[in-house]
């Protein structure tokens, strides 16, 4: 079953087409990732995803039921860390267990008096994440949500995304400039340049992916070499340690 197609679509801006003629499908419950250079469009589609921007032409089919995590987490100062999984939904006594258990699901039910500016990058992000899975969506569309994280908060936030998204089972579109996050996470990978996709392979490798993989490896160097970028060895994933690494829920670890 389809979640999203995007058929011979263009968006211009002056005299460029950023988007010119690109086709897509991701099904149901499929995670998808999209790497380009800066300016190659990503971030132009997610947002015509998800209606915050308009198409030149060409046809976009999507749920209606969609949502968006940005790279900053977008929290409103003046609303508590409950408040701001809710904000936007119907008043009501569901709302507040439906946050909470938005919120225990991310492992911050214990924060949700909290103010955000109380909160690290890593925890302002969870919430950002909370706020976009209570209302159920179809379709999850993250816009390099990571990408202001260190690199070990960044490697739980993707275990947490890869864990959520096997429970909610949307689909997702990540765009990243990430070549190791996209194999670590993606069923299929696109490459975006020229207003079109150049690549688009379905990732084969077992998981849980281990970087060094020889598998891995090879497909890394694939997406680097259509990036225009010379392959260096992967980065080696860091380990927390136990002290550093937050209680678990019972559904995954954080």
Do not use: C, Y
Request: aromatic letters at 2%.
């Amino acid at each position: 079953m389809t979640a999203v197609r995007v058929r011979g679509l263009r968006r211009v801006f002056g005299d460029r087409a950023v988007i010119d003629g690109l086709d897509l499908t991701i099904g149901r419950g499929e995670f998808v990732a999209l790497l380009g250079a800066s300016g190659s469009g990503k971030t132009t589609l997610l947002r015509i995803l998800g209606a915050l921007d308009g198409a030149d032409g060409g046809e976009v089919l999507v749920p209606p039921a969609r949502t968006i995590v940005f790279q900053e987490p977008r929290l409103i100062p003046s609303k508590k860390v409950l408040g701001n999984v809710t904000v936007g939904l119907p008043r009501g006594a569901a709302t507040r267990e439906t946050g909470l258990r938005a919120l225990a699901e991310v492992g911050l039910e214990r924060h949700a008096d909290a103010w955000p500016a109380t909160l690290s990058g890593g925890e302002a992000q969870r919430v950002a994440l909370a706020r976009a899975l209570v209302r159920e969506p179809e379709l999850l569309l993250l816009d390099e949500p990571f990408a202001a994280l260190d690199a070990l908060t960044r490697l739980r936030m993707q275990d947490l995304v890869g864990e959520l998204r096997r429970i909610h089972r949307p689909a997702v579109l990540l765009v990243t400039h990430d070549v190791d996050e996209a194999v670590r996470l993606a069923d299929r990978i696109a490459v975006l340049r020229d207003g079109r996709l150049v690549t688009d392979e379905t990732v084969t490798v077992p998981g849980p992916r281990d970087p060094g993989d020889p598998e891995a490896v090879a497909l890394r160097r694939r997406l680097l070499a259509d990036l225009g970028v010379r392959a260096g060895p992967p980065a080696p994933r860091e380990t927390p340690s136990p002290a550093e690494t937050p209680v678990p829920q019972k559904e995954f670890s954080a």
